[in-house]
């Protein structure tokens, strides 16, 4: 099978709207994972990010009209309705507590479809940090498992600004420019953003407590 | 490079430490200003340690979820939802059509009807006629009299009474009974002598391209009855 012909977003969109499936399969392919990834990181919950994901290109199927080449990339906006759609979720229901207790579905070993590279990679081996890890092989691979199940817990107690920083600029590699660009910021307020949140990231993985979900968000 | 070394304090190596690594950035451009900086400060180079390890595990969390992607189903709700987006922008289209379909259709007849009254026929006007005469594709011309009675000798009896130079009417082959001619028209035509022989009408000369005037009795339908032939005589008159 030949592969499909790199078109831009706005062609694509129009095409979409026409009732071309392959258009919009050729979006989803290339702007859902790092929507997903967004959402995934910034809720800790694979089902919730399932969820943010299905919103958001619901959305765009349902006004794809909303979507201005002039105003921005695709990607952009499509990341500006994950961060809507985050925020009612948060607002709606707050007992989402991401990233905590023992549910750690970042650590999750998942099966099927489009999770098997994910399981291929090994992420399941490196469940929620508490050292139940099913094929650990080795110490050095613990102790890294450890580290990252750490990590994932400190992230999610970062206040919410701070967090989409920390998964934009650092998970995601944007540069501050892209970062700010999405969330409708100055790039210096990208920089000393992440520039606090990790201090405050090195300061919860140096202290050996458990990291307690920030109460406030703010600067 | 020394003055570059010294001139970097705690603070300013602070600012930059999130940027080491991070080209197109001020502190990737002083990235070894700053090396100099921790090895001279051990405050700092715990700092610049605490910053790479934190940017290892950054990079390593990034790298194991790099792959990950959503579930099957979300893919399979969301082309299931373009088809249904896809059925209703058809029918709104279809909508569409037949709503200009029928405003097309209301401004013909309105055009139509307003044209009928702008422009009514002229019966019996020399205008008619002269149209009837030219117009040879069409034996029909602009009504002149009222049908006349009930059968066909009836109404061949009072056309010749109007003049004498008038032929009977010759019934058509295909026409109706003619008790049913109440209502319908008589028309001046002018017609060819070929076209007169294919009506049943006794001509000869067949060759001659000059044309012969009658009278055609339509029915109600419009349909023609019965034929005449008109001398020029009458006409001139």
Known sequence: MSQPIDLSDALLLRRMMAGDEDAFAQVYRRTHP????FALHMTGNAGVADDVTQEVFMTLIRNPRRFDPARGTLGGFLFGIARNHLRKRWEQDRRLVPFTGDADDLGDTVSGGARAAHSASG????????????????????????????????????????????????LQEMTYEEAASLLGCPVGTVRSRLHRARAILVEKLRDPRPARRASVVGE | MNEERTSMDCAQFGEILQDLDRPGTEGFALRRSALAHAESCGRCALRMIEAESLDFALRTL?????????????????????????????????????????????LLLVLGYSLRHRFPPAAGSDAARDSAANHTSSPIAAPVAPVPDSNEDQSADSQSNDSDDETAFVSLPYADDPNALDGGAVVRVLLTRPALASLGLPVTDLGSADRIPADIVLSEDGAPQAIRLVSQASLDE
């Open chain 1, 123 to 170: 992420n399941g081996a490196f469940g929620n940090g508490n050292g139940h890890s099913r094929t650990v092989t080795g110490p050095d691979e613990l102790v890294l498992g450890e580290s990252i199940g750490r990590l994932r817990q400190a992230i999610s107690t970062l206040p919410e600004n701070y967090r989409e920083v920390v998964v934009l600029c650092e």
């Open chain 1, 34 to 37: 790092a929507i997903y990834r």
């Open chain 2, 62 to 106: 990034a790298a194991r979820e790099a792959e990950r992607q959503a579930h099957p189903r979300v893919a399979r709700a969301l082309v299931e939802e373009v088809r249904v987006q896809s059925r209703s922008a058809s029918r709104h289209g279809v909508r569409w059509q037949l709503a200009a379909l029928g405003v097309a259709a209301a």
